[in-house]
């Protein structure tokens, strides 16, 4: 029995130290916060069961950032309780997380993950730029990044316009800088300075001529040119301009099917980066649940789609995807505009998301409770019945009242009126 207290206390102990590492935070902090203060918040609604998933991982990340000596302070605020800090943050959904760093807010839109959130707080945390000095920190820095950017050559235009662009777009990606002799001997670099991303176990060198403004070729090159899709990642690739070649694969039991396409796809990829890596981002995705949603229909698994997430578009192939040949037919149809661009962001493919979400909602409810279902589905009619009702209800009485007062009986004279007629007829 003892013992059973004594786990009990020490577990007791235990949350509340983690506790302490996460504060609670209030529309006071508009004040006391500092200058130079870096926080890692989350805003979440008491009601809001994501929040709670979330509560066990946020002291988790708490602890561990204290125990690494991070200067970063971590916190929460019920953002239905502090709604003038929630109103300054530009909270729009439950949970955000965002950091607060300098002066300067940066939004978290990736995968509600430990490891996630605490790559994007140590990411940001930090200087936008770090300095790597010597060719074991490269190594060490490219383990660690599936893309990272580096800036190589002194101070000139280019790293300004380097330092610009990593203040802006370090939520998503990693920069650093150094020396040319921090790099191994087999990276070739055709003049310095010069920016480079490192990514898909090679690297590319950016050219203005022929890539553009900088932060727009950045904000191309952040994603590996083949990887696994999820919603947050499809979300951000949209992003960057580029179109998304995805393969719906099966969440479990991967088939023959998709394994040979899942390798079609990636070898496209690689294969023909000169041609398409401009134009198209690669991937695959495990189940459809999310395209579903934006093709407004049953997707088969598995399947080719190109995705455009700038209109919430979709290109769908003409034929069957069997073979690499009919892959680059597809591919090369949709940049000459020969296949067509379906959905999109219009009012009448907006008002089509809405009763397809409706449907998709109700249709568990009308299969499991469909007594339930119909209750659901009458009451909006039904309260719309009663309010024209009582509108048609109002209307007729006034009505009535005007009609009213038009055939009254006409009021009798004044007292005056006879005196009147009589000193006319004297007249």
């Known amino acids: 029995m003892s013992g059973w207290r004594n786990s009990l ?23 006391t916060r500092g200058t130079q203060d870096v926080w890692l918040i989350k805003f979440y609604a008491p009601w809001c069961t994501f929040c709670k998933h979330l509560d066990p991982v946020w002291h988790q990340i ?8 991070s200067p970063i302070n971590v916190g929460k605020s019920d953002a239905t309780v502090s709604t003038a800090l929630a109103k300054d943050f530009r909270v729009r959904g439950y949970p955000a997380i965002l950091m607060f760093k300098k002066g300067v807010k940066y939004n978290y839109s990736g995968p509600r993950t430990k490891d996630g959130i605490m790559d994007f707080a140590i990411r940001v945390g930090g200087p936008s730029v770090r300095a790597l000095s010597s060719v074991q920190l490269f190594q060490s820095a490219r383990s660690r990044h599936e893309v990272m950017f580096m800036y190589v050559g002194a101070t ?9 662009a990593a203040e802006e777009l370090i939520v998503h990606t990693s920069f650093f800088s150094g020396s040319r002799e921090v790099l191994p001997k087999d990276v070739s670099l055709p003049s310095l300075p010069s920016v480079v ?8 060198t950016f050219n203005e001529q022929q890539d553009g403004e900088l932060k727009a070729w950045i904000n191309r090159e952040r994603f590996p040119t083949y990887s696994k899709i999820d919603s947050y990642s499809l979300y951000a690739m949209g992003e960057s301009g580029k179109l998304v070649v995805l393969v719906l694969l099966e969440e479990t039991g991967v088939s023959e ?3 040979r396409y899942k390798l079609l796809s990636e070898s496209v990829a690689a294969g023909h980066r000169d041609v398409y890596g401009r134009h198209f981002l690669f991937g695959f995705m495990e189940g459809n649940d999310y395209i579903n949603g934006i093709v407004m229909s049953e997707v088969p698994v598995p399947s080719f789609i190109v995705v455009n997430l700038a209109v919430d578009g979709y290109f769908l192939p ?32 907006r008002v089509r998301r809405l009763i397809y979400n409706v449907q998709l909602t109700l249709t568990p409810i009308f299969t499991q409770a469909p007594l339930l279902a119909c209750f659901l589905l009458m009451l909006p009619a039904a309260i719309a019945s009663i309010f024209c009702y009582l509108c ?7 009505a009535d009242d005007d009609h009213g007062g038009d ?15 009589a000193d006319k007829k004297a007249d």
């Not at 069957?320 to 000459?336: I, Y």
């Not at 048609?392 to 006034?398: F, L, T």
């Open 392 to 398: 048609c209800r109002a209307r007729s009485i006034v």
């Open 156 to 164: 000139s235009l280019l790293k300004g316009n380097y330092t610009a």
């Open 318 to 349: 003409s034929v069957t995807v069997e073979t690499e040949q009919h892959l680059l037919d597809f591919l090369n149809g949709v940049l000459n505009g020969s296949i067509e661009c379906q959905g999109g962001n219009g009012v009448f493919q």
């Open 9 to 31: 206390v020490l577990s007791a102990l235990l949350a509340l130290r983690v506790s302490a590492y996460v504060e609670e935070l209030d529309d006071s902090f508009l004040e």
């Open 197 to 204: 991303v490192f990514k898909d176990g090679t690297y590319f």
């Open 257 to 259: 099917a998709s394994l």
């Open 62 to 69: 708490g602890s561990e950032l204290k125990s690494l000596g």
């Open 407 to 421: 055939s009254a009986a006409p009021l009798p004279p004044s007292p005056q009126q006879p005196k009147k007629m």
